[in-house]
Structure formats: C-alpha cells, structure tokens
C-alpha cells in the first residue's frame, strides 16, 4: 500500500505539467485568429499609410509619371517585336497516289528488264538500291515509270511533280482552311526535278498566292 502511494506522489508532478500544457494548447488554438490578426493589421496600417504617401506624391508629379509610363510601354514594345516569334506546325498532308500506281520491287525490276535499257550489272546494282531504300511491296510510282518502253520525258516529270505537289497542298489547304492570301513564304525542295519557270512558281501561279510572297526553289537537297 506505501508503494503504491509512493507511484502515485511521483507521477503527480507530471500530471500537472500535463494539465498545463493542455490548457496552453488550448488557449493557443483558441485564440490563433488573434494572433495573425494583430500582425496583418499593423502591417495593412503600414502599407496604407505608404500608399497615401505615393499617391500624395503621384498627384503633384504628374509630368514624371506620365513620362515614365510612356517610357515603359515604349520599351515593352521594343520588347516584344525585337523578341523571336515562334513558328508552329498548323498540319502536314503525306500525298498517297491513286492504287493503279502501286508498285511492288519485284513488278518494278520487271518493268525494268522489259524495258531493256539496262544491262544485267544495272540491274543487280538497281535492285540493291532499291532494297537498301526501303523499297517495299506497297511503295508507288509514277506512271512513266511502268510504262514499256518507260516514258521518260520532261513534260511526264511535270505531270508527276504536279501531281504530288498540287495533291498535297490541296488537301493541306482543306485541312486547315487557311487563307491562300495569308501566306507569306513558300518553300519548295525538289532533288532532282528542277524545271524552268521554277516548281515553286507552278505553285504561286496555281493558287494564285499574293505577289510580294517570300519564295524559296530548293534543288538536290535529296
């Protein structure tokens, strides 16, 4: 019995202490809005008197804040237009011939040998090419191509450029619906077939493309 009330002298110090730091907790959480009020206030008295003090001083300087604003828009605007502009891709079109154009490896190495201008060291030499390109059996040709003999000739490799070019560009057209007047700069690369007037004029010409636009015939770029 002595034992027990000994434990029970000795942990009544920390009850207390328990107690207490209950109460301030409580009276801590009670009164927290008081707390962050007090220092808000004196620092919304602070900024309002500094605000009169500006606009006390705005008010009879008139000439230097008009004069700085000015300068600062001038500026934001030098910004702006010195800045680089970003360039987006609006869309792409990839051209897809019609199918009477597909051609497999094995029909267009036979369309070669028919056509006999090529000796059997062309052909394999043609064939390795072919296959290293990424030829496949769903790849498409031009027509002048499958034709016996192949008809090889400029005005078939204008019909073939038109073709693709106009192809695209009216579908890329249709996609976006942009304004053919809006285009400021046209671009055109061809590797190989380079004709006179220009493949890029063939297209200003075609889509009837504004006068001063900005463009650009690429040739062997590959």
Known sequence: MEVENKEILDNEPNSVKLKYVKLGYHYLVSNAIYLFLVPLTIASTHLSVELIHLFNYLKFNLLSVT?????????????????AKQVYLLNFVCYKPEPGLMCSLEAFMEASKRNRSFSEESLAFQRKILEKSGY??????????????????????RKEAEMVMFGAIDKL??????????????????????????????????????????????????
């Open 136 to 157: 496949g059996p769903k790849t498409y040709v031009s027509k002048s191509l499958l034709d016996v003999p192949m008809n090889q000739t400029f005005e078939e490799a």
């Open 67 to 83: 004069l700085c604003t000015a300068l600062a828009v001038f500026l934001a605007t030098l910004h702006l237009m010195r800045r």
């Open 173 to 222: 057209l249709a996609k976006t619906r942009v304004n053919v007047k809006d285009i400021g700069i046209l671009i055109v690369n061809s590797s190989l077939f380079n004709p006179t007037p220009s493949l890029s004029a063939m297209i200003v010409n075609r889509y009837k493309l504004r006068g001063n636009i900005l463009s650009y015939n690429l040739g062997g770029m590959g």
